[in-house]
C-alpha cells in the first residue's frame, strides 16, 4: 500500500523504514528537508510541502502524522483536513489526548475524512522489533489499512502463545488492535504509558532501596553492599519481575553502574498526567500511577514551595532548623 | 511536689519554668553547666551530675528525662537505674520509639523503678500555651504524680467543651491523658506526630498548587496570583480547615510571603517512620502519613539513584535525553 | 442591601438567616415551595419562579446562586442571563468547577452581567459561626457588594490576630478576601476543600492506627486498648494538631466511640477531584490530596477489577488462594 | 551432590524434583508423611523426622529449609543447630525477615554450622522455567555448594544476552547470585517482591481505568468498551510494558476475562512489609511500593474505622450523610 508520512522523528523515521522493508511505499514530510532527502530512497519518496504530499499520493488517500503532542499536531491535522478529499484517511500515531481525537474525528467526518488514532509503542526499538499499535476509529477503514498496521506490528514471533485465545482475532498476536472507536486506541495507549510510569518508579525504588542499603541510617551489621548491574540481570532469569523494561535496566547498569550518565532529573510526557485524570474522572483509586509521576514532578522542583512551607511550620511551632 | 529534671533544651527547661511557676520545686541538670547555671533560681536547684541531682531529691524520687532518643537517653535511663532505688520513678518525656519505653519499663520494674513515658507535644509554646500530655505506665505511679502532669497541662482554658463528655474522665479537657500501660503514651505521641506530618503536607501541597497556579503550564486565561499569606489568613476565619498548624503558616507567611528564608530541605525525627512501621506492623493502609513522611526524604535528596535509575530507562527505550 | 437567592439547602437557607439577621433584605426561591414558604418573614420575601424573583428586585439587582455544581446551576446561570439585565450581577457560591466560572463569567460579561464567583465554607455551623468567603471576579463589583460579604463572615471575634499584618487590608481578618479575577475565588476554595481532604485522611489513618493497636497482629506486650474519644479530646489542648476538625472528631468520638453510625463508605464532592486536576496541570506533586482522594474511591468500590487482577497473578503464578 | 530438604509444599517439593532430574540425591522431610511418601523415588529418600534425615546425609551435610517464614523455621532452624555438625550448612530458602537471618547466621556460626540464606523466586513455574536465586552468606560455602544453585538455576535458555558484561561472573547469567554476607540474599529477595507489589499494583490500575472507561461518571462520547484480554495480549508484542506478570494477566484474562473467579480480597505475605520498614529505615521515599501495599491492605477491611472517621466528620461539618 501506500501512505503518507508527516514527521520524520525517532519514530516517524523508523515507522517509514519498517513498512518500505515490508513492500509498502511512502511519501514523506518533515520541516527539515535535509531530514525528509536523507531518507528518500527505495520506495521512499519525498514531498516538499504538505500540499505536495498530497498530490503525490493515490486516492484514497492515507497520511500517518507523526508529530509531537499539542499545537503542532493540531494545525497539521487542520491544514490535511482542507488538503484531503472524501474518503481519505487520516492516522494520528503520536501521544495526543484522547479527548482531541473525539473533537478531530468529528471534525474531519464532517468533511467525508477518517481518522484514526493509532497508539504506538516500539521506542526507538521499533525497527527492529516492531511496534506494538493500539488503533481507534471506524472499523472498516482500520480493516481496509491492515496491511500497513500487519507490517507494522511485531507479528508473533518466538513469544510463547497464550492459551485460550484459539478463538479470538489472531491478529492481536501479531501485535496491533483494533480498541473501538475514536480515540479508544489512543486511550488504551496512554493507559500503556501510565502502567510504564509505575513500573519504572517500582523498579527504581527497588533499586535505590538496595543501593542505600550500604547507607549509614542502617547499623552497620545489616549495612549490604550490592551490585545493581548483577541484580538486574539476575532477575531477568526466572524471576517473577523479569521484563523488557528490566532487560533495559541491566542494559544500563551493566555499562554505568553507578548511573553516572544521569542527573536525577525526570520529564514525563503528557500521557501519565492525562492517565491520572482518566481515574480521577472514572473514580479508579490510582494511587501507584499519581505516586509515578509525582516523583518526576519533584524531581524537576524538590525545593519548592510545598517544602519550604513545611520548614516554616516547623520553625513555627519547634524552633527547627533544617540543613541548607 | 519536687521533680529532677535531665535535659535543659528547647523542651526542658520550659517544663521546669512551668512547673516551678506553679509552685513545684525542680532539681536540674544538664550537659552543659552554663545552662544549668542560667536556669537556678526560685524553686529550681542545680545538681552537678546525675549522682548529685539524685541526692538532692526527698524519696519516693521522681526523674524527669527530656533528652533527644537514642543513644544518649539509652545512657541515662541506665544510669539513673542504677542510682534510683525502689518506689523511685523515671519519666521519659522525649519522643522515644515505644518499642524501647516497654523494653525500659522492664527492665526498670526488675528493679522496683517505675518507668513512665509522657510523649509531650507542645513545642515552643508549651511554656505559655501548656502542654498536651499523653501518658503510658503504672496507673497509680500516674495518679500519684498528678500535681506535676496537671501543672504542665494547658487546663480548659477558653476552649469551648466537647458535648457529651460529662460523665467522663474530667483531667482529659485539661489537657492531660492516662493512655495506658508501658508505651501506650508514647505511642499515642508517636501517632500523634505520624498525624502532624499529614497535615502540614496537605497544607503544603495546597499552598503549592495556588502559587504554581500562575505558573506558564496553565493556559493563560486561568492563571491568578494568588496572596499565600492573605489566603491562609481567612482560612482562620470560618473555614473547615481552620487549625493551629494554620495559624502557624498564617504567621510565617505574613513575615515572609515568598518563604525565602527557607531551603526546601526538610528533616523528620523519627516519629513519622515509626508510624508508618506501626501502620504496616498492623495492616493499616496509611497512604497519607507515608506520602507526607516520603516527600521529606525526596527533599533531602531530590535526585537519587531511583530517579536516575527512570532516565536511564526512558533513554534506553525512547532515546530521551533529560534536562541538566 | 437587596439579594435574590435561588437553591435555599443546607447553605442557601442559613446565608439567607444569616444576611437578613444582619439587617439585609432577601427575595427568595427554591424549587420545592414548601422551602420557601418556611422561609418566607422578616425582610425575607419568596419568587414563585425565577422571573418572579427577578421582578421583585431592585435594579442593579444581585442574584446568588446557591445549589449543586453541574446541570441544575449552568441551567439557572443561563437563565438568570436571559432574566437580568446590564449592571445586574450573579454570584455563583456553590461548587463548580473553576473553568466553569471563567467560561460563564465570560459569557455574561457580553451581556453586560457581571458573574462573581465566591467559594463558600462554613457548613452547617456557617449560620452562627459565619462563612469564610473566597472571592472571584471583577473587583468594583466585588467592593460594591462589600456589606453583603462582610455580613456574611465571621468577623474577627476572639481569634488572635496574626503579628505582621498591619498594613494588609482588614477584611481578611473578618473572614473574606477577594482572590483575582474570574475563578480566582472558586479556585482557592476548591484548593481549600482538596487540603480538607488531605487533613482528614491525616486524622483517619492516625486513628485507625490507634484502633487497630490491640489487633492480633501485634505482639502481645505491645497491644494497647487506646481510647480514640479522650484521645481526640485531649489533643485539643495544647497539641501541634489541634484543629476545628479534631474538635468535631472529639464531639463525633463523644457521641459515637465506635463510629458505629457510620458504615465506611465515604462520598467526594468533586473539589477533591479537580485539586488533583489542577495538582496534575501545573506539574505539583500532590501526594496527599490524591492519596487522600482515593481513599474514598476505594470505600466505595473496594473488590474492584484492580483487586481481582492482583489475585489472578497470585494465583498464576504461585498459585495463591486468596482468602474470600 | 547430597541435600536434605525440609518442607515439600509449592516450593520444597518442586526444587527436589528439579535437583533430581540433575542428577543430585535429596533426603527428605515434611509434617505430613504422606507429601513425604509421595515425593520418595530416584534419587529422593524420605526421612522420618529431622533426626532421620539428618542421619542418612553424609558429611559435611547440607539441609535447605523451605517452610513459611515464622515460628515453624525458627524452631526447624533451632533443631537443626542442635542435631548438625561443625561443618554441615543450612541453606533457609524461604521468605524469611532478613533481620532474622543475620541473627540465625550469628548463633548457627557460634557451633560452628554455616547459614546461607538463599531467596528463591519462580513460583509454581520453577520446576520447569528454573528459579531465580538470590544468595547470602559466607562466599566460600556458597562456592563449595555451586553445583545445588547452578541445576536450580534457569541457565542462560534462550533469553538474550546483555551487551557489557563480558567480564563479570557468568553464573549470574545463569540465573544465580552471590549477594554478600547473611541476609544479602533474602535482603535482595525481599525487594524484588516489593517491586513486585509495585508492578503488580501498575497493572491493576491501569486495567482498572480501562475497565472503567466504559462508565457512567465519563461523558457518553467518550465511554469505551475495552476487550482487556485482547489488550493483554497486543501489550506482550513490541510494548514498553511486556513482561512475566503480563503473560501471566493475558493468560488469566483470555481464561476468565471478567475475573469473577476472584474476590478481590487480596493478601500479603511479608515481604513487601518488610520492603517498606527497609526503606523507611534507609529514608527512601517507596510512594509506589508503599502505596501497592495499602491497596491490600484496604482490600482486606475497606470499611475500616478511618473511612467511618471521614464520615463522621463529613456529618459533623456539612450535615453530609453516605450511603450504605
Known sequence: MQLGMIGLGRMGGNIVRRLTRAGHECVVFDQNPATVKSLVGDRIHGGSNLPDL???????????????????????VNELGSLLEKGDTIID?????????????????????????CGTSGGVWGLERGYCLMIGGEKEVVDRLDPIFGALAPGTGSIERTPG?????????????YCGPSGAGRFVKMVHNGIEYGIMQAYAEGFEIMQ??????????RRYQ???????????????????????????????????NFSGVVEDSGEGRWTVNAAVEEAVPADVLSAALYARFRSRDPHATANKLLSAMRHAFGGHIEPK
Chains 1, 2, 3, 4 share one sequence.
Not at 498530497?54 to 497539521?76: D, F
Not at 548483577?230 to 541491566?250: F, K, P
Open 165 to 177: 485465545r484459539e478463538k479470538r482475532d489472531p491478529r492481536v498476536e501479531r501485535g496491533y488492535l
Open 226 to 260: 550490592l551490585d545493581l548491574a548483577d541484580i538486574a540481570e539476575v532477575w531477568r532469569r526466572g524471576s517473577v519481575i523479569s521484563s523488557w523494561l528490566l532487560d533495559l535496566t541491566a542494559m544500563s547498569l551493566a555499562q554505568d553502574p553507578t548511573l553516572a
Open 212 to 221: 542505600k542499603a550500604a547507607s549509614k541510617e542502617v547499623p552497620a551489621e
Open 54 to 76: 498530497v498530490k503525490r499520493l493515490a486516492k484514497p488517500r492515507t497520511v500517518w502524522v507523526m508529530l509531537p503532542a499539542g499545537e503542532i499536531t493540531e494545525q497539521t
Open 93 to 117: 500515531g503520536g501521544n495526543a489526548f484522547f479527548h482531541d481525537d473525539v473533537r478531530r474525528a468529528r471534525a474531519m467526518k464532517d468533511k467525508g475524512i477518517h481518522y484514526i488514532d
